[in-house]
């Protein structure tokens, strides 16, 4: 059957045999977009989080079909070299990746959890930030969270002062 | 293949490695020169772990026309950083920026790997005087041409970011090596000073941060072929479990499946997609052998104290009479540990008419390579590994055996294929951290100093069986090396202390594991320190201090516990509801102690804050020195106060994390603070050692908070 969805802004149609096939393995290998991670398969690790409808999503676990008509972004979506999203910035900033494999499922996971509470407590980051990192960069990742939503008020404050 | 794509015609290779410094320009061979002394002598006295081979190409060096230096790097990246400290010695050395550098992993048909693996927290320490002669030489080298092509005095020239000046004229490392066929190799150039480097012993970024932050894909499982394909391979739960029959018909049926395979004793889809793999393999019924259904209480009884083949790896003094009234005895256990990492083990083979290329994610690309060619009967040659980026090592990736069977699925289906283990698999096909078994026994002398101190202790395997370390250790030390990390007692001015190793071989495989022995050994002696402290009546930091010799290499543990002590403002009275907990370790040279304050929330062990003090001596990047050390406390709490497999119904459990209890978020300290001292000139390990005292200093702060001594990891309250 065919399923349409806007991955990372563009519209995109894919031909697919059983519609319950996670959206990770169509996005991983129709698509391409690598970044999105396999780590455990029944949603336990977070390392395929990406965004649907601003959504964080264990994408491992969400058959493809429920992604019909939504807008999915992933990791190469959320920002770039020339124009990261302040979550990339603070990851940057704060130097968080060790081996890097669960960095993507963690740098998803936190961007929608700004957009829901752009300043985020400690107690929020431990209760929304629930991934796994084996390397253990928790130190370092809570301290660019605070970075990112930092930066994505200052963000917001120059766009209305340029308003 | 984006890695064989970079050795495109239009760059320029330097050959360099055991025997033979050659020059490969604009795609062809030109000499093979007998390498000079210096080098040869270089290469010759690497440390042993540093074991390049000098029979296969030897690429450590590609120049490309933008003046950029491709360094194939004999040592895998997997989180450890040590491809940014490669970058820092070639920059300095070969005096090029960071960012005119990229680091590879070599593949074995084209580079130098290392036979024996990437581990040990040895990969910075063992390339750090080849890796800066080499890129010293090389500048030297592209000096000599540059003068020819300038017509000016080599000593009149100076190098700069790539380029190559006598303050008139100036040419770049690429355009003095274009056209270049025949090289001069000069004596290996002194090296710089240390206080002249200007990105050694920098805080310098990672040079693979870009790559994981923005999603590159450049791990094991990211890697693609034209026409490749999947394969699901079905593997046994229950321990011990053996191939008996396997009924397939359904599977052969399924949506998309190319071919379901049968080799010898073991059975697999291969499909045009991985979902369609793994929907025909839950169709396949496979009769297993079962001759023995095993539980955890018959795996803890064989492994115990007094069962299995004794070693003494320590003896100094008299043995403890168990007689004396006066002998403190207690026991301490650790559980099975699963690595956990969160990219699965898997590999993308290719068979073509006998030649193999297999991209994985791998600590032994030499040895998996070896294995390739001997289980497919070709030439090693024959075989290229090429190592991508790691989602995670820990060990568990110094056996990627599974490399075997990829390249037979795509040798029976004629295709590329894909191999991706679930998460079921990897957790019960783990090569797990060994359960252990501790019995301390501890005597004070009339002046409240420890008189005796002895640590008896079980391991499954960790070095013995593993197939980096064939057969060597077993038959000729007997000793488990790799069990025996910590468990030597480091107070030698304790009169009498000893350690004795009693090692069983397991119904299950376990293997390596970051620190091997260290975590659960330096639990079991620096609780039982902690204990005898407060037996004396004595602050536990003053009792080790007392106990340690401050000469020689001792003077390096004295001086860590000292500063973490110092740092952490240790004080064994516990405080508003906190108490603090102290323990110290050494291992591979390299010392730490830790102080961590911890208080009891919903009735359980809150950890605030660790101080660490750590002496890796010189140390390259302090930032990533640091992320290293942060992450091993971390890690090491998770497995201290988590972590833990069992055995259940004959099989290893819990198979997802989740049930698998680890650290999250929620329980990383809010500080941790990491102190450095040099306690000598030249890098040591990093990425193992700090993981050592944090089981022991939380059960310690616990047992100062509470006056409940935990005496099994995980730490339960």
């Known amino acids: 059957m065919k399923i349409e969805f806007t991955i990372n802004g563009v519209l995109q149609s894919v031909e697919i045999e059983d519609s319950n096939t996670p959206l990770l393995w169509v996005v991983r290998d129709v698509l391409n977009l690598k970044g999105t991670k396999f780590g455990c398969g029944k949603a336990a690790c977070g390392a395929c989080t990406l965004h649907v409808d601003d959504e964080a999503v264990r994408s491992c676990s969400y058959a493809v079909k429920f992604a019909e008509g939504k807008q999915i972004t992933t990791i190469e979506g959320l920002g770039s070299p020339q124009d990261p999203h302040p979550v990339q910035q603070a990851w940057i900033e704060e130097v968080v990746p060790q081996c890097g494999y669960c960095q993507p499922g963690f740098m998803m996971a936190t961007a929608a959890l700004l957009n829901k509470k752009p300043n985020p407590s400690d107690e929020d980051i431990d209760n929304n930030i629930v991934n796994v990192c084996r390397c253990a960069t928790y130190y370092r990742m809570r301290k660019a969270i605070h970075r990112a939503a930092e930066l994505t008020q200052e963000t917001n404050l120059k766009t209305q002062e340029n308003v | 293949m984006s890695k064989a794509k970079k050795l495109s015609r239009r760059k320029f290779l330097v050959r360099g490695g055991l025997g033979t410094v050659g020059v490969l320009a604009l795609g062809t061979y030109v000499f093979r020169n007998p390498i000079r002394r210096s080098i040869l002598k270089m290469v010759e006295t690497l440390p042993p772990s540093y074991m390049g081979s000098g029979t296969e190409a030897n690429l450590w060096f590609e120049l490309t026309q933008e003046n950029k230096v491709i360094f194939h790097s004999p040592k895998v990246e997997m989180g450890q950083g040590s491809f940014t400290s490669f970058a820092q010695m070639i920059a300095d050395e070969m005096d090029v920026r960071l960012d005119q550098i990229e680091v590879v992993g070599a ?8 036979v024996l693996s990437t581990g040990g927290s040895l990969s910075v320490g063992s390339l750090w005087q080849p890796l800066r002669e080499l890129a010293a030489t090389m500048r030297e080298m592209l000096k000599i041409e540059a003068a020819k092509k300038l017509s000016v005095e080599v000593s009149s020239l100076t190098t700069n970011d790539g380029v190559i000046s006598n303050g008139l004229k100036t040419i770049t490392y690429a355009e ?6 025949e090289w001069n190799i000069p004596d290996t150039p002194e090296l710089k000073p240390l206080s002249s480097y200007k990105f050694i012993g920098k805080p310098v970024k990672r040079i693979d941060l870009a790559s ?27 321990i011990g479990a053996t191939f008996n029959s396997a009924d397939t018909s359904k599977a052969a049926q399924m949506p998309g499946v190319v071919k379901v395979v049968q080799i010898d004793d073991w059975v697999a889809v291969v499909a045009e997609s991985y979902a369609q793999a793994l929907a025909a393999k839950r169709t396949i019924k496979v009769e297993w052998n079962i001759l023995k259904e095993w539980t ?3 795996m803890r009884e064989m492994l115990r104290v007094g069962k299995g083949r004794l070693m003494i790896t320590q003896k100094e003094g008299d043995a403890i009479d168990e007689e004396d009234d006066e002998l403190v005895s207690m026991i ?3 559980p099975i540990g699963a690595h956990a990492q969160i990219e699965p083990n898997g590999a993308l083979a290719d068979y073509n008419n006998g030649d193999i290329t297999v991209v994985l994610s791998t600590q032994v690309p030499g040895k998996t390579q070896e294995f390739v ?22 060990g568990r990736r110094l056996n990627t055996n599974h490399a075997i069977q990829t390249v037979q699925l795509s040798k029976a289906v004629g295709k590329p294929v894909k191999y991706i283990f679930t998460r079921k698999e990897e957790f019960q096909n783990d090569l797990f951290r060994p359960p252990t078994h501790h019995i301390m026994k501890g005597k004070l002398g009339s002046d409240g100093l420890i008189d005796s101190l002895e640590h008896h202790y079980a391991s499954g395997d960790v070095a013995i069986g593993a197939i980096i370390l064939p057969g060597l250790l077993n038959d000729v030390l007997g000793t488990d090396i790799g069990a025996m990390r910590g468990g030597n007692i480091m107070y030698d001015k304790i009169p009498n202390h000893r350690a004795e190793q009693w090692h069983t071989t397991l119904p299950f495989a376990t293997s390596w594991w970051r620190s091997l022995g260290l975590l659960a050994n330096t639990f079991a002696v620096e609780s039982f320190i902690d204990e005898l402290a407060l037996k004396a009546g004595k602050n536990p930091v003053e009792l080790r201090l007392a106990q340690i010799s401050k000469e020689g290499n001792q003077k390096r543990i ?3 516990i000292q500063l973490a002590a110092e740092k952490g403002n240790y004080n064994d009275t516990p405080m508003n509801g906190r108490a603090m907990g102290f323990a110290a370790s050494t291992d591979s040279n390299s010392p730490a102690a830790h102080v961590v304050e911890v208080s009891i929330e919903n009735n359980q062990i809150k950890v605030h804050k660790v101080i660490c003090a750590f002496d890796c001596g010189f140390v390259v990047n302090p930032d990533q020195v640091r992320a290293q050390c942060e992450g091993a406390i971390i890690m090491g709490m998770s497995a201290s106060m988590f972590e833990k497999m069992t055995i259940e119904d004959g099989e290893l459990t819990p198979t997802i994390y989740g049930p698998y209890d680890m650290a999250l978020m929620k329980h990383a300290p809010k500080t941790i603070d990491v102190h450095f001292i040099q306690g000598a000139d030249i890098p040591l390990p990093v990425g193992e050692p700090p993981m050592g005292p944090i089981g022991a200093a939380v059960a310690n702060a616990v047992r100062r908070l509470t006056g409940k001594r935990l005496t099994d990891l995980p730490l339960k309250l």
Not at chain 2, 107 to 114: E, F, H, P
């Open chain 2, 107 to 114: 593949a074995t048909k084209t580079g130098i790997v290392d």
């Open chain 2, 176 to 181: 003095v090596a274009y056209g270049i066929t």
């Open chain 2, 212 to 238: 994981k932050v923005f999603g590159d894909p450049i791990f094991g499982l990211d890697a693609e072929m034209p026409e490749m394909l999947h394969a699901a391979i079905i593997r046994p739960s229950k």
């Open chain 2, 296 to 298: 955890e209480k018959e």
């Open chain 2, 332 to 334: 301490f256990t650790s």
């Open chain 2, 373 to 394: 060619a001997d289980a497919l009967g070709v030439d090693k040659d024959k075989v290229n590994i090429i190592p991508a980026y790691l989602g995670g090592g820990f």
């Open chain 2, 558 to 560: 004295y001086d860590v």
